[in-house]
């Protein structure tokens, strides 16, 4: 149905705005949920080099006049974008990728919801943003729900420092996309958004090309079958190109801040699908991680009330 005869409020209203942020959140999700899928099946270094080589080639049309119009600036940073493709798609691509053969996606989705955290973190710290105790005691949180899923509620694992390794390597892609991030805001002149996320996309497949190169020789080849390729199609379709695309969008609707809180519901939609889909059980310590990370991340991240502006005075 086309868009211009649909009523206002389904186009640009607050019931539009709302559902694209349901969708969003979905949309995030489901990159642990199809990697955890795929984790037997697809190798790691292949899913992520696959992911994001689809992902550029769906955006090339459009990011193409972006591309040519910078190219001289891209140039000159070609240093800086590959090291955020070794952050971006290396570590926080591939490696998690590792750690959904050793761990459930509703682990990795609740580990992966502290970024936001981590990035408040690390820009007090590397620059020098203000923080508040609302904050700290949001990070604190945060981190602690984090614990909660490394050692499974078990407080014994602690005393034995037993954790699950896909945990630690979740956590590892976490701390880097923060770094991804913060690196981002050091950018200078940003790019127009889908002429930045090709130039990350390329790079990231030129970080992953010779990985990918060692692992089907040395390790095993990416699998041709239909499964494989409807796997890899939908985390490039779905949790690379329309997740930033309605993301963008949601933030054009609905603001920044109210956007961002999509990542907040993401691994409650990736704990249902992971269960109804991989039939993953859900546990109590879900439940405890869930009730820790979430409220967490949100007081760290969410911005302060203004105070209502005083009412105006009359000049004496």
Avoid: C
């Avoid at 942020?21 to 489901?30: E, K, M």
């Avoid at 936001?116 to 943003?129: N, T």
């Avoid at 190169?213 to 490039?236: C, D, H, K, Q």
């Avoid at 609707?253 to 409650?268: D, E, I, K, Q």
Wanted: net charge positive.
């Amino acid at each position: 149905m086309p868009s211009s005869i649909l009523p206002p409020a389904l186009r640009t209203g607050p019931l539009a705005a709302y559902g694209l942020y349901i969708v969003g959140s979905a949309l995030l999700a489901s990159n642990p949920v199809v990697g955890r899928a795929a984790a037997h099946v697809v190798p790691p270094i292949g899913l992520a080099f696959w992911r994001w080589l689809i992902a550029f080639l769906i955006v090339l049309p459009f990011a193409l006049p972006g591309l040519l119009a910078h190219r001289g600036q891209l140039k000159a940073q070609w240093r800086r974008y590959l090291l955020l493709g070794v952050l971006g798609q290396g570590i926080s691509g591939a490696i998690v990728y590792y750690g959904l053969e050793r761990t459930s996606a509703t682990n990795a989705s609740l580990i992966y919801a502290t970024s936001p955290a981590m990035i408040l973190a690390l820009a007090a710290v590397w620059l020098g943003d203000a923080i508040s105790v609302r904050q700290v005691l949001g990070i604190l949180l945060a981190m602690a729900g984090v614990l909660v899923i490394l050692v499974r509620g078990d407080p014994q694992a602690l005393l034995h420092l037993s954790f699950n390794g896909g945990d630690l390597l979740v956590l590892a892609g976490a701390v880097s996309w923060a770094v991804y991030t913060i690196l981002l805001r050091q950018s200078g002149t940003p790019l127009p958004v889908v002429t930045a996320f090709a130039a990350n996309a390329f790079a990231g497949v030129l970080v992953l090309a010779p990985f990918y190169a060692w692992e089907t020789v040395a390790v095993r080849p990416v699998p041709v079958s239909v499964s494989t390729v409807l796997s890899i199609i939908g985390v490039a379709l779905f949790a690379s190109v329309l997740a930033l695309l309605a993301y963008q969008k949601t933030i054009v609707m609905m603001g920044a801040a109210r956007a961002s809180t999509a990542l907040y519901v993401s691994p409650l939609w990736a704990a249902l699908a992971s269960w109804l889909l991989l039939a993953e059980p859900l546990q109590g310590f879900h439940l405890m991680g869930v009730l820790l990370v979430l409220p967490g991340v949100m007081l760290a991240t969410l911005p302060a009330r203004k105070p209502a502006a005083e009412p105006a005075t009359e000049a004496a």
